[in-house]
C-alpha cells in the first residue's frame, strides 16, 4: 500500500500545555522527574503491578502511549519515559548511543526500586528497547519491539536515489539530522510542518493523531536544543550499528508487533536475534501502530506481558 502523503501544514499553537496537565488528563497518572546516569529524565507512571517501561520514537513523547497507558496501568506499574534529549528530559551534548540510552532505562529503573522490568519500546525507543535487553538481560522479564528492529548494516545500503518502481518511503530524514546545524537553521520555532509530513507519510486514519497532538509533539522539538539532542539519535547511528555487530541473542522472551511489509520483516529477521520470538501484524496501521490501533495494541502487549 503506498503511503499517503497527504497532509495540511499547521502553525504550532502558542498554548503551552504541561506534561503534568497531560498526565492528569489520562487519569491516575503523574508527570515526575528523576536525575540518574547523568542525566535528568522525565517519565510518567501510573498503576499498580510489576513495572512496564514505555519507550517513545521520534517525532514523538511519552504522549505516543496516551491511549494504551490507562489500559495497561489496570495490570502493570506503567512509566512512560522521554528518553535522553526527547521532551521533558534533558538534552545534553552526548550520550545518545543506544546501549547508552539504554543505561539510563537501567538507571532510572533502579532509582524506582526495580530489579526487573517489562520494557516496550517505539522507532528510537525500540532501539533503546533493545539495547536494555540484550545488555541488561538479568534486569529484562520480557521485551516488545514496535514495528522498529534494532538499527544494524542494512542501514548503510538505503538509496539516495530511489528507482522508478521503488514505492518507498525513502528515508531522507534520517541523513537530514546528520547534517551540522543546517536542521536547528530551518526548524527553530517551526517543527510542525516535519511533524505533518512524518504522519502523513505514514497514517492510514490521519485524525488518529489530532491537531492537538500534533502541536504538543512540535511544542516538544520547536526549540533549538531540542532539535539538536533529536539529532544525536541519529548521528550515533554508526556506532550504534557496531554496538550491534558485537550482540548475542536476546535471551528473554521477544515480541515484534508490526504493520504489512515491516511484519513481513520482522518475522524473518528478529528469530536470528533472539531466543524466544513471537511476531504479530496491527492491521490498518502503518508506522504509528500505537496511536492509530491502541486496542490492539494494548491486547497485544497485556498478552505477551501476562
Known sequence: MPPNTTHTTHTTHTTHTTDAELAASLGDFTSRHAEVNGVRLHYVTGGEGEPLFLLPGWPETWWEYRKVMPALAARYRVIAVDIRGMGGSDKPETGFEKKSMARDIRELARHLGHDKIHIAGHGIGSMVAFAYAVNHAGATNKLAMLN???????????????????????????????????????????????????????????????????????????????????????????????????????????????????????????????????????????????????????????????
Open 148 to 306: 522498529t528492529t534494532h538499527i544494524d548494516e542494512s542501514y548503510y545500503s538505503f538509496p539516495i536515489m530511489p528507482r522508478p518502481d521503488d514505492p518507498g518511503p525513502h528515508r531522507w530524514w534520517l541523513a537530514f539530522n546528520l547534517v551540522p546545524d543546517f536542521p536547528e537553521e530551518v526548524l527553530t520555532g517551526r517543527y510542525r510542518p516535519l511533524i505533518d509530513y512524518m504522519f502523513g507519510l505514514s497514517l492510514v486514519n490521519s485524525d488518529a493523531i489530532t491537531d492537538r497532538d500534533r502541536d504538543i509533539y512540535a511544542q516538544a522539538y520547536s526549540s533549538e536544543d531540542a532539535i539538536r539532542a533529536s539529532k544525536g539519535w541519529f548521528q550515533t547511528y554508526q556506532q550504534d550499528i557496531a554496538d550491534f555487530n558485537g550482540y548475542g541473542k536476546v535471551q528473554v522472551p521477544m515480541l515484534g508487533l508490526a504493520y504489512g511489509g515491516f511484519f513481513a520483516y520482522m518475522r524473518k529477521v528478529l528469530p536470528a536475534q533472539g531466543t524466544d520470538v513471537r511476531v504479530v501484524e496491527v492491521k490498518d496501521s502503518r508506522n504509528y501502530l500505537v496511536e492509530e490501533q491502541p486496542e490492539t495494541v494494548a491486547k497485544a502487549l497485556l498478552e505477551f506481558f501476562g
